[in-house]
């Protein structure tokens, strides 16, 4: 079928997209509508004495100046953090009482005190500078390694320990190690990253004063969700009270999947200002108040037999949580990566213990793979570390430990089962396409030029959140075309083309008359995109729409087709679904009988054959697979170039092979800049933000990355319909160890912390030649 499963069908959005007719939030504009700017704080942390707000309410244009007050008077309640997370003695994680404006005190360089609305952007801008705010600056911890001895953030959280997480038996553990013929560590830091989305956050919002309701626009990944936090959760409305739309979005990463302060903010101004209030983030703002990635100090240890069969592993690690607790960040620092720590080889017992602390540093949350990178990284570069110090070729230790088909399902320390795959195939399979026996000839090659080279291999698994329910309805215009609604929001990936070749192929309807609804909570109440859901989420619940309509069709082609109680089957052939009355040549197509339907008012199919489903995911999925990179390094600048990068990826049924390859390519990228350049950085005693633009943050370029040769095996996942296992955050999963193995290979040192930058790399070659 042409424009089916497993088809690389063109990205049918592209082309509003690069005919400029695509529609982001900050396209939306509405008659009579204010602008919002915000007074935030330049310091990391200080108590605020008093707030002056005079000047600004008498600037040109300037319509309100809100404050915590405001919000008070509103009976707005602080966000609250939904990570349903304890520590290892029973108590709940250590909340941060975060109010949409700050109240008393500033935890983070800025920090949102005061909200101005004005006439123009410009005019609100000027008028929130005018703002007077009366700070007295505390002592700060701007780093993670601060934190533990540094000034207290929040009564609440003494020694700013805002958890301390274990899972696993401890005392197996440590009789492992005892007995371990083999063991090794290592330290590693997850550097801090900023999600630099092109599009960057906003809101606009509108209030009815007539009907009591509300509306937001907003960017996001997930209108329901979104709707849920800012209406029960902060507002205290009814969540019938209000509607939230989302149209196209600039990419996510994770970090648009959450509610911040700006969206509740503009709807209380729309109220008290009988105005609709709009607001977009400048760059500056989005570098300090998105919320932030990663940022975890790790030391990992491996204990094995004499044969290299591992027996243990330990992981100590401490997590920021930033100023404040996000919606999920307990959570992603612990159990979103932890569930998985070993990674699919077979280790046996696990003792994972893990604090977060509260900091003077920008929030931190989900960021593409969320805790999956850093449960790989942690696995992988011990493997490397275990196969230096123990002496096993590192790709036969790999070997000894990775379950066979056979031993599928194979049940993990945590009691996550791996349904599926052939692990041990798809690393000979990588390493044969990445030519792995002639990297000795290539090194050699690389010292004659005077560079080092190095090679480096990562073998991952990611777990997916596709568990839950999630609804989806197909629906039939009068002229036969298919509209899918669905609750998962596309940042990018591509969900209109893959949902629309689901249906297509399910249906045998044209692909070119299916358009996919998404973003608008009077639509469909779904869960959002995250954790490499929406494939397995919403997929699942259009084809269960689909079997309704198929359903339905029956009775109905019965009626219509006038069958006298004869069988009618449906049936796609060459692309067309047909229902059929048994024996005879009465027939109508899908379109045909669902405009007959609408048309004719056939009792009891009024509404067609427009059906709903609910999906209930019942277990997580398992992307799987092995990167291979190698480098060439330059002794004499430290700089690192990416000479070959390759992917061998098993997603399971993979409907789209062109959209696959996209989010793989996206993803390794994001990685690489991770591991090469990208670093969120504080300083430790002021907690001001040092790289708070594309100025000092440095973004991977097209010119640093190498050419990426993705290749995929398909092998059905068994627990979910489709057979597919998610794509969305495989490559950023695997790209972070692989780059690090291949430099640390070429440096021929155990390992290097990440961003290994041309100056780390260079120091790391002196201290080489020093020892």
């Known amino acids: 079928m042409k424009f089916g499963i497993g088809q690389s069908v063109k990205r049918t959005e592209d082309i509003r997209f690069v005919t400029g007719q695509g529609q982001y939030t900050d396209d939306l504009h509405f008659p009579g509508e204010a602008h919002a700017a915000f007074a935030r704080s330049p310091h990391g942390h200080a108590r605020i004495a008093a707030i002056d707000t005079s000047a600004a309410q008498a600037a040109p244009g300037v319509i309100a100046v809100l404050t915590w007050k405001d919000v008070e008077s509103f009976g707005a309640n602080p966000m609250p953090c939904m990570a349903p997370l304890h520590s290892r003695d029973g108590s709940p994680v250590k909340q941060s009482p975060k109010c949409l404006l700050a109240k008393g005190k500033v935890t983070f360089t800025g920090e949102a005190v005061a909200m101005v609305v004005a006439e123009t952007y410009a005019q609100a801008v000027d008028a929130a500078e005018l703002v007077a705010i009366d700070y007295e600056p505390l002592e700060a911890a701007g780093t993670l390694e601060a934190a533990p001895r540094g000034a207290q ?351 297509a192929e399910k249906l045998g309807v044209p692909f070119e008359s299916i358009t996919v609804k998404q973003g608008d909570t009077d639509w469909v109440n779904g869960g959002g995109t995250g954790g490499s859901r929406s494939l397995n989420m919403s997929g699942g619940a259009l084809l269960g729409a689909s079997d309704e309509v198929i359903r339905k069709g029956k009775v109905a082609a019965g009626q219509v087709l006038q069958a006298g109680g004869a069988e009618v089957a449906f049936e796609v052939v060459e692309g067309v679904g047909k229902f059929r009355v048994a024996q005879t040549d009465r027939a109508m197509t899908v379109p045909e009988l669902a405009v007959t339907l609408k048309r004719d008012q056939v009792p009891g199919f009024e509404n067609g054959l427009d059906s709903d489903a609910t999906f209930q995911g019942k277990a997580s999925t398992f992307p799987n697979g092995c990167h291979i990179c190698e480098v060439e390094i330059d002794p004499d600048t430290g700089k690192t170039e990416i000479v070959s990068y390759r992917v061998l990826d098993d997603f399971g049924r993979v409907i789209n092979p062109m959209l696959v390859a996209g989010q793989v390519h996206g993803g390794v990228v994001q990685g690489l800049g991770q591991a090469l350049c990208e670093n969120m950085v504080y300083d430790a005693e002021s907690g001001q933000a040092l790289t708070a633009s594309f100025t000092d943050y440095a973004m991977p370029r097209a010119e640093d990355m190498p050419d990426i040769a993705f290749a995929y095996e398909e092998i059905p996942c068994k627990t979910h319909e489709m057979g597919a296992k998610g794509c969305g955050e495989a490559g950023t999963v695997g790209a972070l160890p692989a780059l690090i193995s291949a430099i640390a290979d070429a440096l021929d040192v155990d390992h290097i912390d990440m961003p290994a930058t041309p100056e780390r790399v260079w120091r790391a070659i002196r201290e080489k030649k020093a020892a």
């Open 153 to 503: 953030i929040w009564d609440s959280a003494p020694g700013n320990e805002c958890f301390d997480w274990a899972a696993g038996e401890e005392e197996k553990c440590n009789a492992a190690f005892a007995a371990a013929a083999h063991s090794v560590s290592v330290e590693m830091v997850q550097n801090r990253v900023a999600p630099t989305s092109m599009e960057t956050r906003n809101a606009i919002g509108h209030y009815d004063r007539e009907k009591d309701f509300y509306t937001l626009w907003s960017g996001n990944q997930g209108s329901g969700g979104l709707r849920e936090r800012v209406a029960k959760a902060v507002l205290n409305i009814p969540v019938e009270k209000m509607r939230v739309v989302n149209k196209d979005v600039g990419g996510g990463f994770g970090m648009k999947g959450f509610m911040y302060p700006e969206q509740p903010l503009v709807l209380i101004a729309a109220k008290q200002c009988g105005r609709t209030v709009r607001w977009s983030s400048d760059r500056t703002e989005a570098f300090l108040t998105d919320d932030h990635g990663r940022d975890m100090i790790t030391k990992g240890e491996l204990a094995l037999d004499k044969d290299g069969k591992i027996l243990a592993l330990r992981v100590t690690g401490t997590a920021n949580m930033g100023g404040y607790l996000s919606q999920f960040s307990p959570f992603i620092a612990t159990l979103a990566g932890g569930r998985i720590f070993g990674g699919v080889y077979r280790v046996p017992t696990v003792f994972a213990h893990v604090k977060g602390y509260f900091s003077n540093s920008g929030p931190i949350d989900a960021y593409r793979g969320a805790g999956r990178p850093e449960a790989a990284y942690l696995m992988e570069r011990l493997m490397d570390v275990a196969a230096r110090k123990s002496g096993i070729d590192r790709i036969e230790l790999r070997r000894r430990n990775l379950p066979a088909p056979s031993e599928l399902p194979y049940k993990n320390w945590f009691g996550v089962s791996f349904d599926s795959g052939d692990y041990p195939r798809m690393l000979d399979m990588a390493l044969d396409r990445a030519d792995a026996k002639g990297f000795a000839a290539r090194r050699k090659q690389s010292q004659a030029k005077g560079k080092l080279r190095g090679m480096g291999l990562a073998y991952y698994v990611e777990i997916t959140f596709a568990v839950g329910n999630e609804p989806a309805r197909v629906v039939f215009t009068q002229n036969g075309a298919v509209e899918l609604y669905v609750g998962t929001q596309s940042n990018g990936q591509g969900h209109e083309t893959a949902f629309a070749q689901l249906v």
